[in-house]
């Protein structure tokens, strides 16, 4: 019995030719990503040493001063004192957003009640907000955290609210036809079929926070991730200033990655198979 693989050997008169290295490289998601950074770092070094402004310094001086903070122990200090808020106002989103999404997702008049509140939470410019917090709230953790819940928790609770009411209904229809209870409906049915377009809906909230803690120690008080731009920024100290701000949009990027790595590999099994 002729094999499906020597079938194709044959027809090809000598085996099934390889790719040459080029190609492999070639299609390697990972080569290309390099490649991108490559151009984009070197395109800064070139803008930074034809000195069309003090303020903006090369890239090798952006790293040698980021390497140096992080020697000095001063950029693992700051992340410590960025995540305490960033951590509870996630938690804090991950929870009222995905519970109160489900709620307006499944019953119309929490729909009606809430929806409206969390709608005008994602359009209002939260920069204009964050001294009315600060007011009420004062200069402390409670104001940061609002400032990180402000900003996530709409994200989340409309992706959830979304992705239970694109359910199919003829899932449900297909749980009622086998008597499952309304339970069994929501817990068998509907948060499994909802779970991608949920996911989705929790990494962009994370991208949010991220906007959200970095806001609040530039426009609150000044500590973390924010005292080390607002400091260097103001002894003109503009290397360390870059290598600050570059190190926190890396932070996020690398955290978003890994959460849609997990989707990938949870919720989304055609992308899986095609790399």
Not at 49 to 58: E, K, V
Not at 71 to 94: K, N, Q
Not at 139 to 148: D, M, P, Q
Request: charged content about 10%; aromatic content about 10%; cysteine-free.
């Amino acid at each position: 019995m002729t094999s499906a693989h020597g079938t194709v050997a044959n027809l090809g008169g000598g085996g099934v030719r390889k790719p040459s290295l080029g190609h492999r490289i070639a299609g390697q998601s990972l080569f290309w990503r390099l490649v991108s950074l490559a151009m984009v770092f070197g395109a800064w070094e070139l803008a930074g040493r034809l000195d069309f402004n003090f303020a903006f310094p090369p890239f090798s001086d952006t790293l040698v001063a980021f390497l140096s903070m992080v020697a000095d122990g001063t950029m693992g200090w700051a992340y410590l004192r960025t995540m305490e808020p960033l951590a509870i106002g996630l938690v804090f989103s991950l929870g009222v957003g995905i519970t109160a999404g489900v709620a307006m997702g499944l019953r119309e008049d929490v729909e009606w009640f809430s929806l409206p509140v969390f709608i005008v939470m994602q359009a209002a410019p939260m920069a204009a907000l964050i001294p009315l917090v600060t007011f009420v709230y004062g200069i402390g953790l409670t104001a940061k955290v609002l400032a990180v819940v402000m900003l996530a928790l709409p994200v989340i609770a409309i992706n959830s609210y979304r992705a239970v009411r694109n359910v199919p209904p003829s899932l449900i229809a297909m749980s009622r036809s086998f008597m499952g209870s309304r339970r069994q409906q929501i817990v068998k049915v509907v948060l499994p079929a909802a779970s991608p377009m949920m996911f989705a809906g929790i990494r962009l909230g994370v991208a949010e926070g991220f906007s959200g803690v970095v806001l609040a120690e530039l426009l609150i008080t000044p500590t973390g991730i924010g005292d080390l731009i607002t400091f260097h920024r103001s002894v003109a100290n503009y290397a360390h200033m870059y290598a600050v701000i570059a190190s926190i949009v890396a932070f996020a990027v690398i955290t978003v990655t890994i959460l849609q790595m997990v989707e990938t590999r949870l919720f989304r099994p055609e992308k899986r198979s095609s790399k």
